[in-house]
């Protein structure tokens, strides 16, 4: 998603188009470091020329930075969920990342998703892959990457792409692509797959 804010206008409009009420700030590692509350953002615009001010002097001014003891923090952004599946984040040029559901917020703020898999799956003998809902690879141990289909960049991509297997929609068993086989599970904001060969 290559999409960025450019204006406070875009922000609200942001805002509107998701029904979130506060949208989460990143840094480069995707680690929340603040947000921006709808309801400041739009006190802040008593006039027209307030609309034009760019993205940046808007986070400057109006980042809420969290502290990762406070769970009050955590509960405001997990508030937008009461409204909507999904909410847009941004980084700190105002690039729109990505669009997370409240699994994916949870683990970025717990710091999960860059620790959790590599301790529990690097060692094992059969491949493993983590997907989101809707197929996108977040994570693959070494196994698996030496398993796939499809060479070069691997995380990111669509499962589809890099093993030539559809993401299912519901747990799968035994299901055969190619010289593989595929066991899959759903997590709560995705499916964990375990992939081995057939013999």
Known sequence: MEEKVNTKAELIRLFFLYSAISIP???SKKEIIGFLSKQDIIASSGMMGDLNIGIQRVIDHHLNTVDRENINSLNLLLQNFSRTKKIPVIDQKGRIIDTWQRGQLISAWEGEEETKYPDLFEKLLVGIVVTDTSGKIIYLNPVAASMATEK?????RNLSEVFFI????EPILNKRAGNLIFDAAPMVNGFIYIIRKAE
């Open 152 to 156: 070069g960049k691997k995380k990111g």
């Open 25 to 27: 700030v990143v840094n």
């Open 166 to 169: 559809n993401s299912e929609p």
